[in-house]
Nanobody, 113 residues
Framework: QLVESGGGSVQSGGSLRLSCAVS????????MSWWRQAPGKERELVAAISSADDHINYADSVKDRFTISRDNVKYRLYLQMNNLKPEDTAVYYC????????WGQGTQVTVSS
C-alpha cells in the first residue's frame, strides 16, 4: 500500500513537501518515483530514485526546484518542491516499481499565481 500526503494549495514561489508511506512490500528493493497528472494531460514522470539511493532522475521541468529522497528504514518516499509554479498544479502519485508497479491514490497540489 502506498499513501501520499502533504499536498495542498500554495501561491507561486511557495514550497510543499510530499510524503509517501509504503507498506506491504520490501521498500528497499523498489525503484521509487513521483508522477503527476494535470487535468486533460497524461501522467508524467517527475522524479525517480533507485533502490540503493544512488541514481536519481528528474524531469527537466522540475530540475533545480524539486528534490526526491527516500528513507529505507522508515519506508518513506519524499518530494521536496520549492519555487512552485502554476504549471506544477496536478495530482501527484507515488509509484513503486520492481517486477510489478504499484501506485498510491494521489495527492492534489494546486499552485496559484
Amino acid at each position: 500500500q502506498l499513501v501520499e500526503s502533504g499536498g495542498g494549495s500554495v501561491q507561486s514561489g511557495g514550497s510543499l513537501r510530499l510524503s509517501c508511506a509504503v507498506s506491504g512490500l520490501t521498500f528497499s528493493n523498489y525503484l521509487m518515483s513521483w508522477w503527476r497528472q494535470a487535468p486533460g494531460k497524461e501522467r508524467e514522470l517527475v522524479a525517480a530514485i533507485s533502490s540503493a539511493d544512488d541514481h536519481i532522475n528528474y524531469a527537466d521541468s522540475v530540475k533545480d526546484r524539486f528534490t526526491i529522497s527516500r528513507d529505507n528504514v522508515k519506508y518513506r518516499l519524499y518530494l521536496q518542491m520549492n519555487n512552485l509554479k502554476p504549471e506544477d498544479t496536478a495530482v501527484y502519485y507515488c509509484c513503486a516499481t520492481l517486477s510489478s508497479r504499484y501506485w498510491g491514490q494521489g495527492t492534489q497540489v494546486t499552485v496559484s499565481s
